[in-house]
């Protein structure tokens, strides 16, 4: 009795705070019919706006990527001062609000801040433009890769490694051969977790774009422009793809990933 | 290949795991770094393998300085306590994986990877993975991986360490018997006696990161350097200011010249030997070993009282 009153609680809550939103997206996109939701989606300003997402995510999703691994061997592996406080300083994305992040990206590249003084006089635009756009999402996409590779390599020791160094195999070989066979699906699922949040930016990005419609318009803001001007309808619709696609990416996961790791 | 260890002293923090050892492996030798817990022979064989740097002191390999040489170019094959085997690999690709580095032909790969299977008994084996292995299963294809390409130096870091008592026998049998048909240099850490004697025709005893003795394993037994040596290797106790090995003491019924008395305590009796434990007047304790005929013929027994005498035992300054 016990057991399934704790598997109903479990499910209840999936369903009212998780499911019950996402179905009401579903439910209100479709509220006029599938004709007024199509004309709402090829509205040209939309389209561009999630062809801006994909950019920005197609950029940041790389990068972060890359660092995420680079950081995580960094952490776990070189034992050097300061691991600890690269280890901390990783997270603090999860912990400051977007918006925060988008502020100081503002007093940086603004035109009387640091770096902005330097890129205005060589002619190149940051604020209201694309690359503002990306540094942005970068910021608040980094942790999770590294994230989800620390624990991972922790567990999985350097004895391989050494095993692979004794038999011929240099650093870089190693690392292609061994250590990221090992790891992969951490990074996989860092990756997938990457991706889910530049997908769904909007405090740091809204803060830095400008939020010029058909110019530095993401998705994100595109359901808040759409919400705005009353066409509710679209904002569900905007809404429904990004659920959609962000939910094809975990599914094609689960779908690829073994049910068990082979591990000894 | 010969190895040359000089003055190699290795600290961990506040930890002095090797001070000023120096030790000279053979080429074609087979010999045990054999010591306690924390007494340095694991991180010795490391740093003649390069997976560790000593603080000082140099590396000599095939009388060439090797000291700052990485792991991967100084040809020496080794196998781990925990096997470090590829999980994502199968056991063919494990033991394929040093010629593969090499860029050998893939019809060579296939073809000494099908010897060193049959070597290692691993013949019907070489499409699973690792964890479809058992512990010796695994070992095994880790010393093929280690010999696969060849290596002029062999190191074990307490090879059969983690195998149940069966497997760990066959497993020494086994060695002993592919470094008699090989001649690879072969060194391995333990630190069970018996396995170092019974495999080893060299046995370097280790301990507190200093090396105690250096000698076959017989002279180990007979004439061990200090204290330390005869209480390590075999067993032995410690009767007045001299050592006596357990079988070096004669039991007698009645008092003699050179006889002290003592209580007998216990009396285990373990297949064809009776060990008993026993009690001086002046309340040191130690072992006696006997063989069946002899304890029988003394009828002993534990609340008995008699008189003992060493037949060979030693002093150490």
């Not at chain 1, 999630?50 to 995420?68: Q, R, Y």
């Not at chain 1, 195999?169 to 292609?176: N, Y």
């Not at chain 2, 490391?46 to 140099?58: K, N, Y």
Request: with cysteine; aromatic share 8%.
């Amino acid at each position: 009795m016990r057991r399934y009153s704790l598997r109903f609680v479990a499910l209840g809550y999936l369903l009212l705070v998780l499911l019950g939103p996402l179905a009401m997206i579903f439910w209100r996109a479709f509220d006029r019919g599938a004709g007024h939701l199509w004309t709402s989606l090829s509205d040209p300003n939309t389209v561009h706006a999630f062809k801006i997402t994909l950019i920005v995510a197609a950029i940041a999703v790389p990068l972060n990527t890359v660092f995420g691994v680079v950081c995580a061997l960094a952490i776990v592996r070189r034992r050097f001062r300061g691991a600890g406080l690269v280890n901390a300083i990783v997270d603090l994305p999860l912990a400051l609000s977007p918006v925060v992040v988008g502020l100081s990206l503002f007093l940086l590249y603004g035109r009387t801040g640091w770096f902005g003084h330097w890129f205005q006089a060589h002619g190149v635009q940051i604020l209201f433009a694309l690359p503002s756009m990306v540094i942005a999402t970068v910021f608040v996409s980094l942790p999770f890769v590294a994230r989800e590779v620390v624990p991972t390599l922790r567990e999985l020791g350097d004895e391989q490694e050494q095993a692979a160094h004794t038999l011929g195999a240099s650093g870089w070989t190693t690392f292609w051969r061994i250590t990221l066979p090992s790891i992969r699906w951490a990074v996989i699922y860092g990756v997938v977790l990457t991706t889910a949040r530049c997908l769904g930016e909007y405090g740091a990005v809204a803060v830095v774009s400008g939020h010029i419609e058909g110019q530095t318009e993401t998705a994100t803001l595109r359901v808040q422009d759409a919400y705005e001007n009353f066409d509710v309808p679209g904002a569900y619709g905007i809404s429904l793809v990004l659920a959609v696609m962000s939910v094809v990416v975990l599914v094609a996961m689960t779908f690829f990933k073994p049910n068990q790791e082979v591990t000894a | 290949m010969s190895i040359q260890i000089r003055d190699v002293s290795k600290r961990f923090g506040a930890f002095q795991a090797l001070s000023g050892v120096s030790v000279d492996v053979e080429s074609g030798s087979l010999t045990a770094l054999l010591g306690p817990s924390g007494s340095g022979k694991s991180t010795l064989l490391r740093i003649v393998a390069g997976l560790e740097r000593p603080d000082t002191g140099e590396i000599l390999l095939a009388g060439s300085d090797a000291t700052e040489l990485a792991p991967q170019k100084r040809g020496v094959g080794f196998v781990f306590q925990h096997y470090a085997a590829f999980k994502h690999m199968t056991v063919r690709d494990n033991i394929g994986f040093g010629l593969k580095i090499r860029k050998r032909p893939r019809n060579e790969i296939r073809q000494r990877v099908q010897e060193l299977l049959e070597l290692v008994q691993l013949q019907g084996f070489g499409d699973r993975f690792p964890a479809q292995l058992s512990g010796g299963q695994r070992q095994r294809m880790a010393l093929a991986r280690a010999l696969a390409p060849e290596p002029k130096v062999l190191l074990l870091d307490e090879p059969f360490g983690a195998l149940d008592a069966r497997v760990r026998a066959e497993l020494r049998l086994w060695l002993r018997r592919l470094h008699s048909e090989a001649h690879t240099t072969t060194v391995f850490v333990t630190h069970d006696q018996e396995e170092a004697m019974e495999v080893a025709d060299r046995v370097v005893v280790m301990n507190h990161g200093r090396v105690e003795q250096v000698s076959g394993p017989r002279e180990l037994y007979d004439a061990p350097a200090n204290e330390f040596v005869m209480s390590f290797v075999g067993q032995a106790n410690r009767f007045g200011s001299s050592w006596v090995r357990p079988h070096d003491l004669r039991v007698r019924l009645a008092p003699g010249e050179s006889t002290r008395e003592a209580l007998i305590e216990r009396v285990a009796h373990l297949g064809f030997e009776v060990r008993a434990e026993l009690v001086r007047d002046d309340g040191e304790r130690f072992t006696v070993q006997l063989t069946r005929d002899e304890a029988e013929n003394l009828e002993l027994a534990s609340g008995q009282i008699v008189y003992v005498e060493p037949t060979r035992e030693r002093t150490f300054a």
